[in-house]
């Protein structure tokens, strides 16, 4: 397909040169555009296909950017990215040196704030509107959308209920495609599908009560309608609200029909929408199916394991838990916090709470994690998924801040397994009950086995292995960073120490010692920041009762790290297999 006026419209203001009955071939170029992209070089794909006439509509219409437009998330925006000045650029889509997956501040004046973890876009609008305000420009418009999954988010609602005590030129628009990665849950979901069919009395629209203007629902794919809309709501002034129904995957039959499969497929034939799997080590087993699989089979044996997950069944893998134990496995939507608290309730009762999240979400439940688990020492098993780095969705999406800001805390047991076995493992010991919150952190993507067997084994809490002995110089590895550090061992050949720590905390000081007294360095290594971590717990340890040996904490430095593969990252950011030798090799 010929991209006649796409090809012309390098920013909003060639798109506001067309007449309004040209809009609807844009949309059409745009979206097979983003076919064309996605299914050579991978990303989100659903959430942008779903948005393509609101984006057209909502550069035609306002005047970004001036006009501020926030995108939710922003994994909905390529099709934003393309039509302002990233047509040319958005083959290096996610890939290292490439323009970001979402809207990021330092890539373009049109991303006006950096996004990637959900809910943020209300405040953020309301933020600028009553910054435009105290400036005096109150023509300026302030424009958040969000997801139907995302509106549901504790912080959302934050938003909202500022907002509308305010005068804040902002307009909301809930993009509600009645699904968030997985289907959306929850009694405001209930509610939004009963507007969606007409029931809607004028007392019981919560948004109302919330003192916005409401408008809608109406067809976000009906280019003409939103532009109406968006002209007659710019006329209003104060908080306003703007209920849109779209489709997510529209445009691609497949990606309609399997939303969650599609919400980011991996690379498929533009054409007929089926998607390639990748032929190299496919049978091994994701660390998130050890984590699923492993969670299902205890919860047969024992009816006292309860599933948590905020809005990840699919991603963390829980659902297989889900499908079998839909009474004691439990989505509570994008919502961290409550996830945490939540299990905190459940095991304040006696149950064993399992509960996963990614660890950059995890950020979010920071103070639950402390003030409602920790603070009461409740036992709940956190499963903390994609740690370290994950790749292509960047900064706001690496999992490298959790051993740091873990490890403060007291009560909590931290362990970072690094194969398949000892993630299973670590699952049974807790379920076999204990007395302190756990967490267990492990990574993106496949693990070392083809197969999971089931024969269980305890993990005494805090036990490190001698994975091989050695002369000199001792490695001490961290998680996943032990295949490195195994493989930089075998390619020297000299005899090196190997030492698989498990824990994070407590810390197994017995093993350190003994290490102490066989070699005279120390390399420890870490997928996370290496500032405040793990490496940095054992120099602690080791400076004051064994001054005379040389310690090395290798980890990721104290930067932002951006989107690329993850090989490419290690090896950029001082975690290559290559970095392992050269500080092996320097002694
Ligand atoms: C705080 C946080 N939790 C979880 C996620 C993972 N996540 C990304 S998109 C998404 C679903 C968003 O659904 P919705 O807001 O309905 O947008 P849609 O994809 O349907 O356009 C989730 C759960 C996230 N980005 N941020
Ligand atoms: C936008 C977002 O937050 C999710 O879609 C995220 O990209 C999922 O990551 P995984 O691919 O690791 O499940
Ligand atoms: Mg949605």
Redesign the pocket.
Known sequence: MKAEYLENINSPEDLRQLSQDKLTLVAQELRHFIISMVSEYGG?LG?SLGSVELTVALHYVFNTPDDQLIWD???QAYGHKILTGRRNTFHTNRQFGGIS??PSRVESPYDTFGV???STSISAALGMAIASELEGNLERQHIAVIGDASIASGMAFEGLNHAGVSSANLLVILNDNAIG?DPSVGALKNYLTKAKIGYKPKQSNIIEALNFTYVGPIDGHDIHALIKAFENLKKIKGPRFLHVMTKKGKGLKPAEIEQVKY??PGKFDKITGKTFQNKTDDKKIKY?DVFGKTILHLAQHDEKIIGVTPA?P??SSLKYMMDVFPDRAFDVGIAEQHAVTFSAGMATRGFKVFCTI?ST?FQRAYDQLIHDVALQNLPVVFCV??AGI??K?GA??HGVFDIAFLKAIPNLIVASPSCAKDLKNLLYTASLGIKQPLVIRYP?GKSDVNDLNIDFENIPMGEAVCLKEGEDVAVLSLGKMRKSVSKAIEYIGKSIGHYDMRFVKPLDTEILDEIAKTYSKIITVEDAIVSGGFGESVKSYLSTKHPQIEIVSMGLPDVFIPHGDTKTLLDKYGLGVKDIIDEIQKT
């Open positions: 989100h959430a998330v922003g994994h997956g979402f990637g973890h959900s990665i919400h980011a998130q990840m699919t991603g990614y979400f998924d994609r994950v790749g969705d706001t999406h993106r």
